[in-house]
């Protein structure tokens, strides 16, 4: 689903004190200059979510061909609607998401932007995201270590911090483009006020799954390796929509599980694929006995899928092989474990099926 967004407005005529509500300008000697206009105070009197609202004014071609002045909208749209970003809403709700956004930002003070622009507004920014359910919050944290493995190309960089809410999160990011994984259980415990205690008590375990795209070259480049096609205007309208967020991040999420140094997760039967892709990783950190620990490795994730317990795994390595079999068992790398991999299938398997989530 798609969470922020900043939608650009180009306005007709240089703003100032005198003929918008912005107050605070700042200018260069270049020509440029912005100001902000923020809803919290709004927010705080009213108990209403608001955007934010950014102007700029800008020379164009070093000033010989004009200025621009444009404002650029940036809000929440589940925020926008109910307060929050766990309920979700698709292209189905975007007259409400229209009307809504009109009438917060005729209450901030902006009157020259008619409701029927607003769907044809050009997207500069935009997030999107699926909040994913779990049985557990152990669920969660499991899938965020397994994610935590991948070895990502170098054009991402990696991030595993603790998350301003509490919880862990897990990011990985370039200059235009963030992709997290975290537990938002934390998050919606201490947002919860007393009327929405059994939500959070409901939705104890969420995974948040979700990427933050800024500028139309990286969208538009998103989209075509997605196979998705470019719209013939780049309006709100046209990319908000469940087919354009739901492709973006089965694509990604794809790439990050493929990223994960473990066999393929759909492919538990072809044993000598397996094997030989354990044989190679093995080889590279092992300068010796890496072929016998290929085959503990090979038996291992076939128990492991099997439902066996670790436990019980570590009873018979060391009953039938000693001691010496039982530490090799416990220093084997690579391969997630049964529950991990049912876990990271389920989240995969969650943004396949991209239904938002029943909230009664």
């Known amino acids: 689903m798609m969470d922020t967004v900043t939608l650009i407005y180009t306005c007709k005529e240089r703003l100032s004190r005198a003929n918008s509500p912005f107050s605070d300008f700042s200018r260069n000697s270049k020509g440029f200059a912005q100001a902000i206009l923020s809803g919290d105070e709004l927010r705080r009197e009213r108990g209403l979510y608001y955007p934010t609202i950014r102007y700029c004014e800008r020379p164009v071609s070093g000033g010989t061909t004009g200025t621009t002045w444009e404002l650029a909208i940036e809000f929440s749209i589940p925020k926008l609607l109910c307060g929050n970003n766990l309920y979700e809403f698709n292209e189905t709700s975007l007259g409400s998401i229209v009307q809504t ?3 917060r930002i005729i209450e901030m003070g902006i009157t020259f932007i008619q409701q029927a622009d607003i769907p044809h507004l050009y997207v500069r920014r935009m997030d999107i995201g699926k909040n994913i359910l779990m049985r557990s919050r152990l669920e969660v944290d499991s899938v965020i270590r397994s994610i935590g493995n991948a070895k990502v190309n170098h054009h991402l960089n990696f991030d595993k911090v603790d998350y301003v809410n509490g919880g ?3 990011r990985f990011s370039s200059k235009n483009e963030d992709i997290a994984f975290y537990n938002k259980s934390k998050e919606l415990e201490q947002n919860s006020a007393s009327n929405d205690t059994l939500i959070a008590a409901k939705f104890s375990g969420v995974l948040r799954f979700e990427i933050k795209m800024n500028g139309k070259r990286l969208i538009e480049r998103r989209m075509k390796d997605a196979g998705l096609e470019i719209p013939d205007t780049w309006e709100f309208q046209n990319l908000f929509t469940n087919k354009v967020c739901q492709t973006l991040l089965l694509k990604r999420l794809n790439y990050i ?4 140094p ?9 044993t000598p694929n397996l094997l030989a892709n354990i044989v190679a990783e093995e080889s590279q950190t092992s300068k010796r006995g890496g072929f016998s620990r290929s085959l503990t490795r090979l038996g291992l994730v076939y128990a492991l899928k099997s439902g066996m317990s670790m436990r019980e795994l570590e009873t018979m390595a060391e009953d039938g092989f000693g001691k010496a079999a039982l530490g090799q068992l416990k220093n084997i790398r690579g391969s997630p474990g049964h529950c991990q991999l049912k876990n990271l299938l389920a989240v995969k398997k969650a943004v396949e099926e991209f239904r938002m989530l029943d909230l009664l």
Not at 257 to 260: E, Q
Not at 262 to 270: G, H, Q, T, V, W
């Open 262 to 270: 473990k066999i393929p997760l759909d492919d538990e039967s072809n």
């Open 168 to 170: 862990r999160l897990v």
């Open 101 to 103: 956004l009109y009438e």
């Open 257 to 260: 599980l493929d990223c994960i």
